[in-house]
Every structure is written in C-alpha cells, then in structure tokens.
C-alpha cells in the first residue's frame, strides 16, 4: 500500500522559515515524481512545486517562487518543502502528491499525503 | 494562460446522477485532466483521469458509478447513483511541462 506521510508542520511568525518533509513507503520512492499541492483555509488546491524523480528538474508556482525550495532524498525515501520568509497567505494545509502512475489500460493513480498544517501568525 | 473553469456548486437527490464539468481554456483544449474528490474535513483522493477522446482510467477501489466522459474542451465527471458519501468538493487538474493547474471545485450536495 502507498503512504505518503508529511510531518513539520506549526506555528511560524510572518518572515519565518519552516521545512516540511515527506516520507513515502510501499513503492519505489526514487522511481517517481513528486509535487507540493496546498490547501489554504476555506480555499480551492494549489499547486506550488514539482520535482522529477532524480531531483535535477524542478518547477515552482509563481506565488512561492524564490522562497520555497523542494528536495528529495532518495536514499531514505524522503521529500522535503523548505519555506522562507513566510506570509499570512502560505497558511495552509500542505500535502505531498506522487504524481500520475499508469497501472494498465484501466487503471491509473495518483496519491495524496494526508497533510501538514502551517500556520503563519503573530 | 491554462485555466480550468468549475461551476461553484451541484446538487442532486440521493440516487439519482450529477454531471460535474470542467472546461479548458483555450490552447489547451486536447488536455488530458484528472478529477479528484475531497471529503469534509478529508484529504484529497484521485478518482480518475479523462483524456480527450473520452475515454478514462479510475483510481484503486473507485467505484463504478464514477465516470468520465469529453466533448471538446469540456471534460466531465459523472456521478450516477448519488449517496451520501458522495457529498464532497471535486477538483479537475491537469498539467503542462510539469506544471500543474487545478479548477476552483464543485461542491456536490446530495438532497
């Protein structure tokens, strides 16, 4: 069974910096790749970050751009969100995503972490 | 500019079908996208992704009464036999270069 487990969530002032991990099990972590997707309050899914399977190509949604920067550990099955100078509007839940997996003809998946709260507040 | 557009909110009686759509913005009209379902106070769960000539591949255990269908830039998620636990917001999604964009959500309310 895939699990995608993401801890380091809190509390962090405005202009703080806070890293989230993301510890997946039940597939072969280094053959996939990954993405951030966040949740804020009442709100609609955002994407915010991409990472291929090798760590070498990544992308970044504009609102996190230059602040947020993403990484894995293959080697210990680990993904990994860290998060600078931190606003009121990157509170959120954040969730770690393995993207889209083709099993057959009729049957794909995608899997979604069960999610990390970050909280920016004075 | 890829933008998936979502109508706010759907509603259907228990046992009868809602059809969810959500439609590509133009340019990317051949977009392949996937729905996903988040219950109250749940995570998000992959139901399916639909590609353009209609034809769609389902997450593990998503049950039958799920689909997916197309019609040019409109992809659809049709929910047949509504029960409660269908009650939940749906998300469309799709991707460009590893970029990915997602609708604003349906709420499905079932009456």
């Known amino acids: 069974e895939v699990q995608l487990v993401e801890s380091g969530g809190g509390l962090v002032q405005p202009g703080g910096s806070l890293r989230l991990s993301c510890e997946g099990s039940?597939?072969?972590?280094?053959?996939?790749?990954m993405n951030w997707v966040r949740q804020a309050p009442g709100k609609g899914l955002e994407w915010i970050s991409y990472?291929?399977?090798?760590?070498?190509?990544?992308y970044y949604a504009d609102s996190v751009m230059g602040r947020f920067s993403v990484s894995r550990d293959n080697a210990r099955n680990s993904l990994s969100l860290q998060m600078s100078s931190l606003t009121t509007g990157d509170t959120g839940v954040y969730y770690c995503?393995?993207?889209?997996?083709?099993?057959?003809?009729?049957?794909?998946?995608?899997?979604w972490g069960q999610g990390a709260l970050v909280t920016v507040s004075s | 500019q890829l933008v998936l557009t979502q109508s706010p909110s759907a509603s259907a009686s228990r046992g009868a079908s809602v059809k969810l759509t959500c439609s590509l913005s133009s340019g990317h009209t051949t977009n392949a996208i996937a729905w996903h379902q988040q219950q109250p106070e749940r995570g998000p769960r992959y139901l399916m992704k639909v590609n353009s000539d209609g034809s769609h591949t389902k997450g593990d255990g998503i049950p039958d009464r799920f689909s997916g269908s197309s019609s040019g830039a409109e992809r659809y998620l049709t929910i047949s036999s509504l029960q409660s636990e269908d009650e939940a917001d749906y998300y469309c999604?799709?991707?460009?270069?590893?970029?990915?964009?997602f609708g604003g959500g349906t709420k499905v309310t079932v009456l």
């Open positions: 039940g597939f072969i972590f280094s053959n996939y790749e």
């Open positions: 995503v393995r993207d889209l997996v083709f099993y057959s003809n009729t049957r794909t998946g995608m899997d």
């Open positions: 990472i291929s399977s090798s760590g070498t190509t990544k």
């Open positions: 999604q799709t991707w460009v270069s590893g970029i990915w964009v």
